[in-house]
């Protein structure tokens, strides 16, 4: 198993940024992708971007594309999210997560495919 630890979020007005951070400790050896997944009050946890451990292959959804950008540091086993041009519909939890398995050259963007998760940050964006 592997324990993740979210950090970064807070309060922010509309059109600045924000930068979280993800570390994880554990059975990290086994880590495959890791992501970022958000969710508001009243909807589905959504995807937000994600990254191949290994080589370092990104993904991100298409609503947040150019917005968001996500790196890892991989002798520190931290993944950040930088987000930029934030929006109020932005506001939601973030999730860190981490998944064993799957492809190392394209990260998964499906939520079931992750099987470690962190807490959790807010993110919240006033307008």
């Known amino acids: 198993q592997v324990q993740l630890v979210e950090s970064g979020g807070g309060l922010v007005q509309a059109g600045g940024s924000l930068r979280l951070s993800c570390t994880a400790s554990?059975?990290?050896?086994?880590?495959?992708?890791m992501g970022w997944f958000r969710q508001a009050p009243g909807k589905e946890r959504e995807f937000v971007a994600a990254?191949?451990?290994?080589?370092?292959?990104?993904a991100y959804a298409d609503s947040l594309k150019g917005r968001v950008t996500i790196s890892r540091e991989y002798a520190r086993y931290t993944v950040t999210l930088e987000m930029n041009s934030l929006k109020p519909e932005d506001t939601a939890v973030y999730y860190c997560?981490?998944?064993?398995?799957?492809?190392?050259?394209?990260?998964?963007?499906?939520?079931?495919?992750?099987?470690?998760w962190g807490q959790g940050t807010q993110v919240t964006v006033s307008s």
């Open positions: 997560a981490a998944s064993n398995s799957g492809s190392y050259v394209r990260p998964s963007s499906t939520r079931n495919d992750y099987n470690d």
């Open positions: 554990g059975r990290t050896f086994s880590i495959v992708n």
């Open positions: 990254i191949t451990w290994g080589y370092g292959n990104t």
